[in-house]
C-alpha cells in the first residue's frame, strides 16, 4: 500500500516537532551507554498525532512495581495508576473439602468415557470455594487540569513514548504556549516523576486523585495530595490490603494552595509532581506492612533530586538494560509515519521496521513490568484499569505466563526473571499444602491460574481449570534460565522446585486401564473441548511433553548437583511409562491420547498446547524426530490462520521452528496488525493481555537465531522481507551472547561472545561448523567458514 500525501506531510511536520526529544535523549547517551552497533537508539519511539482515545492507545510507564497509562489528553491529562502488590481480597484457602474423597470418582467416570458426568461431578465436589481467584487491581487515576487551555484546538500536537529513555512526552500548542509533559516511572527512585512545563506564558494546573477504591482523598499542607484507604473484598474474602498513595506538587514560580482535594497552581512557569504509592502487602501471608510509612520515606528521598537528576538517573538504568541489543531489518518510507498509522498497515504495506520496533516494544514492557523486588508480569503487565478486569488480570499458568517470560534469555534481560523465581518459590508452598490435601501426594503442585496470595487449587470451571501441570511446566521454564546461563548457584536455588514438582507427578500419575500408560488424570488439553462431552480428559499430549521435560531436566540438575543418585532412576523409569507422541489418522500430532482431533468443538482452538514440544520444548525437532515435525506441522495446518493475539505469536515461533519464514512473517504481521480497538502496539488481542507482545518479541528472536543444547542456528526463518540487517546482543544456550548480521538472505557474520568454554556447533543454511569457546574470548566467524 502506498504512503498518502496527507501521511507524509503529517510526518514531516512531526519530524519538526522532536528536538526536545532528542536533546533529553542526548543528555542520557553518555550515562546509559550505547546498544551494541545501534547509531541511533533514539527511533525505539511509539508516537501520534492525537490523545489516546481509549485505555489500550495511551502510554505505559513503569518500574517493575509503580506504573500508569498516560493519555496524553490536552485539558485534562489522566494518569491511569497502578502498583504490583494491590490485588482484591487478603490470604485465603479455597480447597473444597470435598474434593480429596471425590477425585477417586472423578477419574473413575473419565476412564469409563462418561466425560460429561465427570465434569458435573467435579464442578461440584472438586472445584476450589470460591471458584475464582482474586483480581489486580487499579489505584485510580491521578488527574491533571489545565485550567486556561481548551481541548481544542491546538497546534503541533505529538504525544510519544520513548522506548529507550522510557519516558512518555506530550507536546502541543496552544494560545502562543507550548506545553509539554514528560512523565516516568523510576526504578531508581521508586516514583512517577511528572514535569508539566509551559514556554510562552504561566501555566495554570488542577491536580486530584479519583478511585474506585475504599479510599478518601486529601490535601496534605498545601501541595501534597494523598489517597488513602483499604481494597475491595472479592468473592466471599475480605479486602484487608491497606494503601497509601502520594503526590507531592513543586512549582517553579507562581503560587500553590488548595481547594477540598484538588492542588491548586497559578502562574507557574513549570510544575513537578512526585507520586509514590505502596500497599501493605509483605507477603501472600502477611498484610501488615505501613504504606504510609513507605511512601513518605520514598518522597523524601527523591525530592532531593533536581528534575534533570530523577530523569537522568531513571534512564540510565533503563538503558543498562534496553541498550543491551539492537536490531536492523531495514527501513521504509512507512518508517516516518505516525505509529498507529503504521500497525494499522502491517499486512498491506512494507515497513520491515515496524517488526524490529514491535520487537523492542516487547524489551520495553518487560523491563518495566518485572524488576527485582516486584511481582511478576501478569496478564496485563502491570497496568490495568478496571477492578473486574478479564479473567483478573492474573498469572494464567497454562501457556500465557510462560510466554510472558520466553524473550527474558533470548532478548538478554535475565534480571527480569527474578520476580518470577520468588513467585513460583512462594507459590511452591501453597502447592505442597494442595498436593498433600487434594491428590496424598509429595511435592507440590499448581492448577492453571494464581494470584497474589498464590493459590494453587483448580479454579473458574472444571472444564478449563483442572489442569494439574502449571507447577510442572513454571519448573522447566526456571531450567531453561539455567540452560542460557549455566550458573550452578541458581541452579541450586531452582532444584527444590524441580524435584517437588517432580515427586508429586511420581505419586500422582494412575495407569490409564487401556493402555497400561502412566498419565494425567483428571486434566484438560487447555481449554480444548474434545468434542465427547468436556474437555476433561486422560493423559493429553502436553501434560506428557511437559513430564517428558521435567523428569528429564530433575534428574540432570540431580546429577550436576551431586544430589539425589536414588531419585534420579525413579525418574527415568517414570518417564518411560508416559504415554508417548502419537500420529492420528490425519496425519497430525494427536493433542489427546484416542484420535479425537478432528471431534474437537473448536478445530482452529487459540491453544496449541500439544505443540509444546516443538516450541518451547523442542523435543520435537527436525534433527531428531522429522516424522513428529511433519505430524506437528500438519496439526499446526490443521489450526489454522485466525487466532487471538498470543495464539499468533506462539504460531509464529512454530512456523519458526518449522523452517518456514514466509509462514513465520505472516502471523508476525498479523500479531502487529493494530485491532481497531486498540491501534498502537500494544498487540492483537482484545481485551488486551501483554502475552502476545511477549511472545513476539521471543517469536521474531527465534525466527532469526535458534538454540538447542551446544548447538546454535543462524537465520534459520530469515523471511524475504528483511533481506539485509543485523541484530546484536541476544543470547543463546550456554551462556553465550551472540551478533548477526546478513546480506541479500545470506549470513555476513556471526560473532559469539561467550561468558563460558566449551564446544558449540554454529549451523546456517545447512552448513555448520564445530568451534571451541573459550570464555571472554569472543570469536567471528563468516558465511566461508561455514561447510
Known sequence: MEISRREVLEAGLAATLTATAARAAAQGTAAGGDAPGDANPQRWTVWHNKPAGTWPEAHPIGNGRLGAMVFGNIKLERLQLNEGRFWSGSPYQHLNPDAREALPKVREMIFAGKYAEAEAYAEQHVQSIPMREMSYQSLGDLWLDLVDVEETPVEEYRRELDLDAAIS???????????IREVLSSPVDQVIAIQVRAEGGPMALNCSFGTGQRATATVEGESTLVLSGVNNSDRGIPGKLRFET?????????TVGHDGAVVQVRGARSVTILLAAASSFKSPVDVSGDPQAIVRAQLAAAARKSWTQLRDDHSAEHRRL???VSIDLGT?????????????????????????LFFQFGRYLLICSSRAGSEPSNLQGIWNESNRPPW???????????MNYWPVDTANLPECIEPLVAMIEELAVSGAYTAKNLYG?????????????RASGPIDHARTGLWPTGAAWLSVQLWDHYDFHRDKAYLRRIYPLLRGASLFFLDALVKDPKSGWMVTCPSVSPENDHGHGSTLCAGPALDMQILRDLFDRTAASAKLLGLDADLRPQLAAMRARLAPHQVGKNGQLQEWLADWDADAVEPTHRHTSHLYAVYPSQQINLDDTPDLVRAARRSLELRGTEATGWALAWRTALWAHFREPEQAHHMMLRLIQADPGAPGMLGHHAPFQIDCIFGGTAALTEMLVQSRGDLIDVLPALPKAWPTGALRGVRVRGACAIDLAWKDGTLDSVTLHPEA??????????????????????????????N
Not at 518508517?335 to 512494507?350: K, P, Q
Not at 501426594?441 to 496470595?453: C, E, I, K, Q
Not at 568454554?757 to 558465511?783: D, F, H, M, N, Y
Open 757 to 786: 568454554g566449551g564446544k558449540r556447533v554454529v549451523r546456517c543454511a545447512g552448513k555448520t561448523k564445530e568451534i571451541v569457546l573459550r570464555q571472554g574470548q569472543p570469536i567471528t566467524l563468516t558465511a566461508s567458514d561455514l
Open 246 to 254: 502520594r503526590a507531592q506538587i513543586v512549582a517553579d514560580g507562581g
Open 441 to 453: 501426594a509429595r511435592g507440590w503442585v499448581a492448577h492453571h491460574n494464581t494470584d497474589l496470595w
Open 392 to 402: 483478573g488480570s492474573k498469572y494464567t499458568i497454562n501457556i500465557n505466563t510462560e
Open 169 to 179: 512526552r506530550t507536546r502541543f500548542v496552544s494560545g502562543n504556549v507550548t506545553y
Open 322 to 324: 534496553f541498550r543491551r
Open 332 to 356: 521504509s518510507r512507512a518508517a516516518t509515519l505516525a505509529t498507529d498509522a503504521r500497525a494499522g498497515h502491517a499486512l498491506d504495506r512494507a515497513d520491515p521496521e515496524l517488526a524490529a
